[in-house]
């Protein structure tokens, strides 16, 4: 009924059919009028005929106009009576909102009602006007999309609206123009407290100092209090720009609640605290690092502060010296551009061991997978764990693709081994053989879309995760138990330090020493990057147990052929700025040469980072490696890439080469821009 009185106005059936008539002659009456006086100057300059044949014309144009103008105006009149059940009552009421009818074709006002015309600042005119004069954000886009009401409010002065609408054919007839009753309601307040409630939502903080341990070790307690002293007041003076609750849970554990309007801030600011904090620095040049998990969007404090801690687990995972912000679906990173800190201790190894163990030996079977493109380091954590099945004796497969897989000669040395003449299967006879009771390890991911198959990852209920990479936030979830360790060099590195507790040398195979001293070689170029102290002492056990380093070095010789490719690849590079090189190919090749040709390209001078393009079927693939300064992980990560700071991979479905270089060098920018 509603919608009746806001047609007809205050004035009545009479006012709204003089207006329906001007609505649709919004120019005409010029155009008619400037025909007449043609007319005109034509008879002045004794032109009788042609004056005449223009009278005549105008005047059956007018007649025309006039017929169409009132059937049009009938047409709208009849629907705007028929939207009521009651006329009399439409025409007896007032206007509760501003109304306009438009036309969806052009956007052109047909009619609008005088509050409209207050409050939109718009007045009756002969000449045409749109909704972009009166409104100019106005689009008729949600209209045709079926809505009834604009995806966001409309703010004409200080008020804010609402606008709702409806589409309508004049008449109910299938011809004519769409058209559409718009309406404006004031909802300002209602905004205001919606807005405000927004801007007031909790938000929880939870602060680590990642390396506490290594600052405070071996020093006296006076010494450890004033380090305490200096953390905690640059904890209080980054606090102190905004108002909220600050409070330390433990000694390297602090709790923030503030509201989610000041988060904005923090964010823009790439929560400067991450920064301020490294100058505290104890007797022993050692300088601190946090971690910060930020929860959001929570429906209360609690839900928040539970969002925090797995955003605070997540910043750890990746490394620490980060902060994420974790809210009801999504993860946000900042910072984590320095190397990751080394908190793996031999306790967490020797716990892991013996989990691992029991776990193995509750399963029926186990089946071990890395990635897509299986590599040295994939296959050689599968080995040591095949060694460990073997001591628990429990039967283990390693499921992998036998032509993609970029490991093929320590394949073939493996499978010449009477315990792996049948260890390699794939991943559609694995899904045939699996059992409820059945244990899946991962190796050398975290990412589900970067394992050998998808479908066996999802139809295992027992999965256990084992990896070095920088944790994504579409990780692997649900797993029984996890030993991921970003400051590792490899996963070799993480299954020989397990099996130094969970088997006896004497049950290595020396060709499975072999295996995980070239997963280790591969992932630090030779002990030449990423290489911790695990990495030597792993490599160290590997040498006692009999991996012969030239034997190793026997598993990454090239084909002439190979190699003058390798040189291809490097020819075809371009070096950009900030020292990164990047080489696009337009055929596809293997992604061990690719990996090959991106570590050669460190060694040109001036180069920080290299990136190698390549197509493979419908996909594109990148190769990185970076000398350590530049975080290729992190430049990757926008393009649904992996790895870690050093060495990182991508790969994009449905793009061609250069639109995947031009998004390349587009998140190149972004990482410089957000360094500065």
């Not at 007809?8 to 120019?27: I, M, N, T, V, Y």
């Not at 300059?45 to 005549?56: H, Q, R």
């Not at 971690?291 to 797995?310: H, M, P, Q, W």
């Not at 912000?325 to 999504?330: E, G, I, M, S």
Request: hydrophobic fraction near 40%; include cysteine.
């Amino acid at each position: 009924m509603y919608k009746t009185a806001l047609l007809c106005g205050q004035k009545g059936d009479e006012h709204l059919e003089k207006k329906l008539l001007r609505a649709f002659q919004p120019s005409m009456a010029l155009c008619f009028v400037m025909m007449l006086i043609f007319a005109a100057i034509s008879f002045v300059c004794d032109m009788p005929v042609p004056a005449a044949i223009e009278a005549g014309v105008t005047v059956v144009l007018f007649l025309i106009h006039v017929f169409v103008s009132r059937k049009k105006r009938r047409e709208l009149k009849n629907y705007i009576l028929s939207t009521t059940d009651s006329r009399d009552t439409a025409l007896r009421s007032g206007v509760p909102f501003p109304m306009a009818v438009v036309r969806l074709d052009t956007d052109e006002i047909v009619w609008s009602n005088r509050d409209f015309q207050q409050v939109t600042g718009m007045h009756d005119s002969i000449l045409s006007r749109k909704m972009a004069d009166a409104i100019p954000e106005f689009s008729s886009l949600w209209l045709i999309d079926g809505k009834s009401e604009a995806p966001a409010p409309v703010t004409l002065g200080e008020r804010r609206y609402r606008m709702t609408g409806n589409i309508f054919r004049p008449g109910g007839s299938e011809s004519g123009k769409l058209m559409a009753s718009v309406y404006l309601l004031d909802q300002t307040e209602l905004f205001y407290v919606r807005d405000e409630y927004v801007r007031s939502r909790p938000v929880a903080a939870l602060i680590l100092v990642d390396n506490y341990d290594e600052l405070t070790n071996g020093l006296s307690d006076e010494r450890i209090s004033f380090l305490n002293a200096q953390i905690d007041s640059r904890v209080t003076r980054w606090t102190s720009n905004f108002p909220c609750l600050n409070r330390k849970l433990e000694k390297n554990r602090y709790l923030l609640l503030c509201e989610v309007q000041y988060l904005k801030a923090l964010e823009e600011a790439k929560f400067s605290l991450l920064e301020t904090i490294r100058t505290v620095v104890n007797p022993n040049g050692v300088a601190a690092t946090i971690s910060i998990g930020v929860g959001k969007e929570g429906e209360g404090i609690e839900e928040c502060y539970n969002f925090a801690t797995l955003a605070l687990e997540m910043a750890l995972s990746r490394g620490g010296d980060q902060a994420v912000v974790k809210d009801r679906y999504n993860f946000s990173f900042y910072g984590g551009r320095g190397k990751e800190a080394e908190r793996h201790s031999k306790v967490k190894s020797r716990v892991v061991a013996g989990s691992l163990s029991e776990l193995i030996r509750q399963s029926s079977q186990v089946f071990i997978m890395g990635h897509r493109n299986s590599d040295n380091d994939a296959i050689g954590a599968a080995a040591g764990l095949m060694c460990l099945c073997r001591k628990l004796e429990t039967p283990a497969k390693i499921v992998t693709d036998p032509v993609r897989s970029a490991a093929l000669p320590l394949i073939e040395r493996l499978k010449k081994l009477t315990a792996y003449e049948e260890a390699f299967i794939t991943a559609d006879d694995a899904l045939l053989y699996a059992d409820p009771q059945s244990l899946l390890i991962i190796v050398d991911t975290n990412r589900p879309e970067q394992v050998e198959s998808r479908p066996l990852l999802e139809a295992m209920t027992r999965v256990a995760l084992i990896d070095h990479h920088r944790k994504a936030a579409d990780s692997i979830e649900e797993v029984l138990l996890t030993l991921h360790e970003p400051a590792a060099s490899s996963a070799s590195e993480l299954v020989t330090e397990l099996l130094q507790y969970a088997a006896e040398p004497k049950d290595l195979l020396q060709e499975e020493a072999r295996a995980l001293l070239s997963g280790i070689v591969l992932d630090t170029k030779n002990f030449s990057i990423r290489t911790s102290s695990g990495a030597f002492e792993a490599a160290a056990f590997l040498r006692r147990v009999g991996a012969d380093p030239t034997e190793v070095k026997r598993l990454f010789r090239s084909d002439l052929e190979d190699v003058i490719s390798r040189f291809r690849i490097i020819q075809n590079a371009k070096i950009h700025a900030h020292g990164i090189a990047i080489a696009m190919l337009e055929r596809s090749t293997e992604r061990a040469i690719a990996a090959q040709a991106a570590d050669e390209l460190l060694s040109v001078n001036g180069v920080e980072a290299s990136f190698v393009l390549y197509p493979d079927s419908d996909r594109v693939i990148i190769s990185a490696r970076s000398l350590g300064e530049v975080n290729v992980q992190m430049i990757l990560e926008p393009l649904s890439g992996g790895g870690n700071a050093a060495t990182a991979g991508a790969q994009i479905p449905g793009q061609r080469v250069h639109e995947v270089r031009d998004a390349l060098l587009k998140s190149i920018e972004t990482y410089y821009q957000d360094a500065k």
